[in-house]
């Protein structure tokens, strides 16, 4: 089993949809949680951590479910610049980032 | 933000040759950065974590003798590629670590390379 694992891609939604992301990890112990953008084979860009308590930026929503090693991400209203991969990112204790295989989100006209 | 700079951005080569990549922080200091290999469609895979003033610690699977890291200064440090092989054509990122605070990662913009 993968340390990380997210929902396999790609997602095709219409402009101005809520879509939704999975992620689930398989450490217990780790401590931090972070949602990545990728555009294009860049560098990835840290979009937002996850808190325990849930935490939301904008159109963005980050959920953290401990007991069942899951993390979401929620993005409302879509729009064409969402249009990237999402990456999944769990850190252990040794600061280490463990990262999902990532989900590619297209958003359509 | 803090910035972490990475040179050469793309990079073609010949087979057998070795290439040198370079990570740079360019407004803080890190004691610690990480290598990172990313093949089509997969997740970044961790390689090495570069510690300055002393070795690497290499992931399982990773071959130490053909992907040399060195940390000589707080600010920089360089990935070696020797003898590059046509499997070796990836994309390699590194980050940086802020020394402070929460240990915020910091990732460079990635270096591209192609080995015909």
């Known amino acids: 089993r993968k340390e990380v694992e997210q929902d396999p891609g790609p997602f095709n939604v219409p402009e101005g949809a809520t879509v939704a992301f999975n992620c689930t990890y398989s450490n217990s112990a780790s401590q931090s949680f972070f949602w990545y953008r990728q555009d294009c084979r860049k560098e990835p860009k840290l979009l937002m951590s996850?808190?325990?308590?849930?935490n939301e930026d904008g159109r963005f929503t980050a959920q953290l479910n401990r007991a069942s090693q899951y993390i979401s991400l929620l993005i409302r209203d879509s729009k064409l610049s969402d249009s990237a991969t999402y990456l999944c990112?769990?850190?252990?204790?040794?600061?280490?980032?463990?990262w999902g295989a990532g989900t590619k989100l297209i958003i359509k006209p | 933000g803090a910035v972490v700079s990475q040179h050469p951005s793309r990079v073609i080569c010949k087979s057998g040759t070795s290439v040198k990549i370079e990570c740079r922080s360019l407004d803080f200091q890190a004691t610690t950065m990480f290598w990172y290999r990313q093949f089509p469609k997969k997740s970044l895979m961790l390689m090495a974590t570069?510690?300055?003033?002393?070795?690497?610690?290499?992931e399982q699977g990773v071959e130490k003798d053909k992907f040399l890291i060195n940390h000589a200064s707080l600010t920089l440090s360089t990935l070696t590629v020797t003898s590059a092989h046509p499997e070796d054509s990836s994309f390699y990122i590194c980050?940086?670590?802020?020394?402070?605070?929460?240990?915020?990662?910091?990732f460079g913009e990635g270096s591209r390379l192609t080995v015909l």
């Open positions: 570069s510690n300055e003033g002393s070795k690497a610690t290499y």
């Open positions: 980050s940086a670590r802020v020394p402070s605070g929460t240990g915020e990662l910091f």
């Open positions: 996850v808190y325990s308590s849930g």
């Open positions: 990112v769990v850190r252990n204790s040794n600061y280490q980032l463990i």
